[in-house]
């Protein structure tokens, strides 16, 4: 009898509790990570920085690398850095900019990365790409998902609150991003991978559903979880798909017409998604989303982060752009500008101003 079975790529090690950071070493020491106690660890120059002092003594055979920034150049810099060290593994520790450059240098020396982020700010946290600043703006590299993802709760709820803010915004939106995937598959016969999908959005429900608040450990765990979970289920899938869509071409038409005044990934992402909602005729769902992240303190209108009405149409109109193949509510409707100020307008209406 054959034996049906399915090998996903995932961590080895997900450790999610308050207090985890304590036991950092004893993770690292597991013989699938570290053999012989040589690593590298890329940290930030802030919260990273901070925790040096802390788990140092515990890691005696480390290397520290400080890293400057969240760009492809400072992502190859690092690399090149740690190339020479014979290192068994590489950790990266800090928010979601060093995670990435720690991603990006692991992969391209062939190590495998340990994930220890200080904030929620963003699925990127056990994903399989990194997302780097470059010179045409912002790019996404593929890169293998982190061996061992740790996030000590205790550190989270110490970090500034936009930054968890951000990661619900990001979370919630893989509701709009499945809806997306949905479509496509009805109109254009896009293959679903049904396990990613489930994994997505039953991350993002979670995250909606739960009545706590940021400051609320129970809340924070469910967020983490579905981050974690959402990064995983993009392994799954073997892209983006099941947490980028519509949502995301909003965020990086924020980004790439604004980028001065761009807000946090996980705010324009969570706005993008309450307008994908309402598009797509979904007005109850949209406006029990802009409710649930009006609670968290997440902009639902443009005017929430700096941006005109028409600013808003004019990044909506062009998102459709950032993701060329990608079919959405945007490409489907293939709106005008006219078209969109009119459903932005209803939109107002259902969800309140």
Known sequence: MPVLTRLIPSPVVVDIRPGALDDLAGVLADERISHSGRLAVAVSGG?????????????????WYEVGGGTLDDAIRLAGEMKAGRYDAVVGLGGGKIIDCAKFAAARIGLPLVAVPTNLSHDGLCSPVATLDND??????????????LIDLDVIRDAPARFVRSGIGDA????????????????????????AAAMARQAGEAVLRHPGGIG???????????????????????????????CHEINHGFDLLFPQRAASH????????????????????????????????LPVLPGDIGFTVDEFVRVVEFAPETRPGRYTILEHLDLTSDQIKDHYLDYVKTIGS
């Not at 919260?47 to 290397?63: D, F, K």
């Open 136 to 149: 045409a703006g912002r790019g996404s590299y593929g890169v293998p998902n982190p061996i061992a993802v």
């Open 172 to 195: 919630v939106s893989n509701i709009s991003a499945v809806a997306d995937w949905e479509l496509s598959h009805r109109v254009n016969g896009e293959k679903i991978d049904g396990l």
């Open 47 to 63: 919260s990273g920085a901070r925790l040096r002092e802390r788990i140092a003594p515990s890691l005696p055979g480390a290397t």
């Open 216 to 246: 609320d450990s129970n809340f924070l765990q469910v967020l983490a979880e579905a981050l974690v979970l959402t990064g995983i289920a993009m392994s799954v899938s073997g892209d983006s798909r099941p947490a980028s869509g519509a």
């Open 266 to 297: 996980g705010e324009q992402c969570g706005l993008g998604a309450a307008f994908a909602m309402h598009l797509r005729g979904a007005h109850e769902e949209s406006a029990a989303m802009a409710e649930v992240l009006r609670r968290h303190g």
